[in-house]
């Protein structure tokens, strides 16, 4: 059970950040003060969304650490506020804040599946498997409305592409037909990332995710449906969450998840600041330790960048992490091999007209 200090602003009150400065690029920086003056309090911040119109959908990357090439992300910043996000640091180029501007204006890109569909029609197209929620939950509450994620979805399904899909909401249970039909032809995974199995902790990390509970039955429900299914225990926070982890891990098996992954507090640019603010300001009493065992992680840094170590640290502490995750994963049958998506049956789908095939890009084909 974990003790937090009062409650914050009305203002922040369902957010994971609680600062808004300026992004780096900026060339004012603002900072919020009283003046002394009498005022009301402000009202709970609003989420803003706004249309972005990209010339393309698929991000490519040649990093040489993670298991994918491309990756797609319906949306720019998001609403699950999780104070830790990696992700945030990409709002500056909005010319916006990585704090609460990264959780309430948002971006939404609604011609995304018409986008994909077009590129993955063009001859020059090769096939690799497609990322989703690498970088922002594509099953974020707005999902609801504009339902981006699952018109991505019906379009990779009618290509029979590849697909696999990290998110912390059990809204991806509503896609459920999609991901089934997909999974019996080898074309989709699907990790939920559960950091905490305290409710109230994961309230304070990550206000507009899914509850612990309600991300495990979503598992259970995905994994019976057919669908290949992963836990992701991510970010492991030492000395706040770290110790969840074989429980984690032993809620998960029950789920009948296949595999396993961890990925270690990772800090770079305006995240260090946000996080050491929101420790100090919710969990002050251990704040100092967190630190102390993140920078013992990093070389005595907040964050290193370097390959295949950014995602684990290095030094003792980080060995024992990594020494307990894989022996709880192998007391519990996790990670064991399976086989590879499938990239042999993509396919341009073909509407017939007359005696032809009209190509979704807009070639006739006799065959």
Known sequence: ?????????????GRG????????????????????????????LRTRVTHESPRTIITTNQSPDISFDQSINPYRGCEHGCVYCYARPAHAYMGLSAGLDFESKLFAKPD???LLREELSANRYKVKIIAMGTNTDPYQPIEKDYEITRQILEVLNDFNH???????????????????????????KVALSITTLDRQLAREMEPRASTPNRRLAALTHLSAAGIPTAVMVAPVIPALNEAEIER????????????AGYIMLRLPLEIEHLFQEWIEGIVPNRAKHIMTLVREMRGGKAYDSQWFTRHSGKGPYATLIRDRFKAACKRLGLNQDLPPLDTSQFAIPRERIGDHFLETNGQISLF
């Open 112 to 114: 995304a599946a018409k």
């Open 17 to 44: 950040a609680l600062s808004n400065a300026s992004g780096r690029f900026e060339a004012l920086t603002k900072n919020p003060c009283d003046d002394g003056w009498d005022h009301h309090p402000e009202p709970p």
């Open 1 to 13: 059970m974990h003790t937090f200090a009062k409650d914050r602003p009305a203002q922040m009150r």
């Open 248 to 259: 984690i891990l032993e809620k998960a098996a029950k789920a009948s998840v296949e595999q």
């Open 162 to 188: 590849p697909v696999m899909i990290v998110t912390k909401s059990h809204r991806i249970l509503r896609d459920q037909d999609i991901l089934a039909e997909m999974a019996k032809r080898n074309l989709v």
